[in-house]
Every structure is written in C-alpha cells, then in structure tokens.
C-alpha cells in the first residue's frame, strides 16, 4: 500500500479494514465535492481488488443518497 502521501499529511487513503497505527479523522464537511476515478481489469479476479471496488461503490451509492 502506498502511504507516503498519507504519512505526509498530503493526501487521503480509503481502508476497507482498520490498520493498527493509522489515526482515524472524520470528514465532515459535507461542501466538498471529490472527483474519484477506478480502473480495473474486465477479467479482474483478485478478492482484495474485488473486495476494494465494491467497498467504493458501496460508498459512492451512500453518498448519492446524502
């Protein structure tokens, strides 16, 4: 997992598990909107890959609802 960006206070990652050491901030305001963009491979079978798309898609559909 790439973290540099994290560890540097520069960017933000999201988990699909907790991770022992990571500080944990909530994102509260609710004005900002984030462009997000996946990519994948159409014969994509890894669990964790798989596991992460349907993490975000779970969050994008939640946050459609807001």
């Known amino acids: 997992m790439e ?3 994290i560890a540097e206070e ?3 990652i999201k988990l699909i598990q907790q991770v022992q ?3 944990y901030k909530e994102l509260s ?3 900002t909107t984030i462009e997000t963009a996946m990519a994948w ?5 890894s669990p964790a890959a798989l ?3 349907e ?3 779970k ?5 459609d609802n807001k």
């Open 10 to 12: 520069l960017g933000i």
């Open 29 to 31: 305001d609710q004005t």
């Open 55 to 57: 993490s975000v898609r």
């Open 41 to 45: 491979r159409s014969d994509e079978s």
């Open 21 to 23: 050491g990571v500080v």
């Open 51 to 53: 596991a992460f798309i």
């Open 59 to 63: 969050s994008l559909n939640q946050s």
């Open 3 to 5: 973290t540099t960006a």
